[in-house]
């Protein structure tokens, strides 16, 4: 397996996939190692009911531009998220029908006035937050050293508001509110465009679209674009640079490079030994970064009776441990699906428990909201990505509090010959693919740039000789 190439990427997931082929792109030979046995990182393939869905990341908006070019280069055809009809929600103990996604309508009128107040303080707060350096903005540290918990005591006057924020935080990051730095929460806010963005299910927000036939699609389509095959089951374990070369050396053998993108989550990269060591700054940032905990479950029905009853089957409780629940049906299909999530605590709460187990409880609280008929599934699916060795969980990490102020500076600077890639080192729409996709197209940008001054380098001094 040993090789020499410009450059050696850890991690075939989007990242590293987007980088390989924007250096390739370049004219820079690329080697990608991947621990598993197969591509696409956190996207990965889901069969249910003889359907092809996404175990991982599934969703994008008409602003996550770059993940919509490749999907569109590779002929997938792109389909609206199900949202005709009402929505069942529940906020702090008192239960809604809502039309489409608008969930603020399950709050009542005064908390929804609080609930507005909410929205306009996290765009405030948004302003002073620079997304290239959010540590650097005006009162950084104040907000930093707060957990979304913590500040929703502070400025948030109503119950009912509060636990939305709560579910909200649960959502979107799969942490409790109090493990999340309130400064990271809005940046992650910011980095999507805003809160209604980042929740919305129709128009720009970040779960208005679906891919037909898989997300993951486009991740093999990456890989089966690059000159070197994709090396997999191959986990990196060391980074040695020296003699102005990187090694990445791997159970399958060592690549030798003159740079390297290491495109994994940041308790992969943590584990990696690199020589010489990492800044004490970066090796703590890796350390403090916290995966979310996520279990993604597939329903499958004959038919989506949901919607002869008016429902788009959108349900979100902050009292059940399996929520939110969506319609995820492609077109073309007589079949219903439904796809939830225990997420935070609860899937910490149920990743030890029996598939068999999991499976009655989707199913007892899709019956409370959908009638008995959800009670007879044809299919179901799961992932847990708690338990996968090779993420560590799921969907992306997030930092507690302190942690960006203090750490943050060292998330993208280089380490010798070695760049950073991966959704949590985006400054738009981080933790999402599109995050992904960008990161590695930026750090390929990098690494091409000092490719370029290597060869002149190489080229002056043999004029010079």
């Not at 603020?104 to 996290?122: D, H, K, N, Y």
């Not at 809160?195 to 919305?200: A, D, Q, T």
């Not at 992904?436 to 004029?463: D, H, K, M, N």
Request: aromatic share 6%; proline share 5%; net charge neutral.
């Amino acid at each position: 397996m040993a090789t020499d190439v410009d450059c050696a990427v850890v991690g075939a997931g989007f990242a590293g996939l987007a980088a390989a082929n924007a250096l390739q792109l370049a004219g820079a030979s690329v080697a990608v190692l991947e621990a598993r046995e197969r591509v696409g990182g956190r996207s990965a393939p889901a069969e249910i009911a003889g359907l092809t869905m996404d175990f991982g990341g599934m969703w994008l908006g008409p602003t996550q531009t770059r993940i919509s070019a490749l999907a569109r280069e590779v002929g997938a055809e792109i389909y609206a998220q199900p949202i005709e009809g009402r929505g069942h929600v529940q906020v702090n103990g008192r239960a809604a029908r809502i039309p489409k996604d608008a969930v603020e309508l399950a709050v009542p009128l005064v908390p929804r006035l609080e609930l507005l107040r909410l929205q306009l303080q996290l765009d405030r707060l948004a302003k002073r937050v620079p997304l290239d350096a959010p540590w650097a903005g005006k009162g950084a540290v104040a907000l930093d050293r707060l957990t979304v918990t913590e500040w929703a005591k502070r400025h948030v006057w109503m119950a009912t508001v509060r636990a939305f924020l709560s579910q909200v935080c649960r959502t979107l990051l799969c942490a409790e509110p109090e493990e999340v730095s309130m400064l990271f929460f809005v940046f992650y806010m910011k980095s999507a465009g805003g809160l209604e963005r980042l929740l919305g299910m129709q128009g720009e927000g970040g779960q208005a679209q679906l891919v037909k036939g898989s997300m993951h699609r486009i991740a093999l389509e990456l890989a089966q674009r690059l000159e070197r095959p994709v090396q997999l089951r191959a986990p990196a374990r060391a980074i040695v640079e020296r003699d102005e070369q990187v090694v990445v050396r791997t159970d399958e053998g060592e690549v030798r490079a003159h740079y390297a993108i290491v495109a994994t989550p940041p308790g992969l990269a943590e584990r990696l030994h690199f020589e010489p060591g990492l800044s004490e700054q970066k090796a703590r940032l890796l350390s403090r970064q916290t995966m979310g905990s996520c279990i993604k479950v597939y329903v499958a029905y004959a038919r989506p009776f949901w919607r002869a009853r008016g429902s788009n089957a959108l349900c979100l409780s902050d009292g059940d441990a399996f929520t939110p629940v969506m319609d995820v049906t492609p077109p073309g299909t007589e079949r219903g699906v439904l796809v939830g999530f225990f997420d935070a605590e609860p899937a910490r709460a149920w990743t030890d428990r029996s598939p068999e187990e999991r499976r009655a409880e989707v199913l007892e609280t899709l019956r409370r909201d959908l009638g008995d008929d959800a009670l007879q599934p044809v299919d179901y699916a799961e992932k847990d990505w708690c338990k996968d060795r090779w993420s560590e969980g799921c969907y992306g990490a997030s930092m507690g509090p302190g942690t960006m102020t203090e750490l943050g500076p060292a998330l993208r600077v280089p380490h010798g010959r070695v760049h950073w890639a991966g959704t949590e080192t985006s400054t738009v729409w981080s933790g999402y693919i599109e995050g992904a996709v960008r990161s590695g197209e930026r750090a390929a940008a990098e690494v091409a740039q000092r490719l370029r001054r290597t060869i002149a380098t190489e080229e002056a001094a043999s004029a010079a000789s």
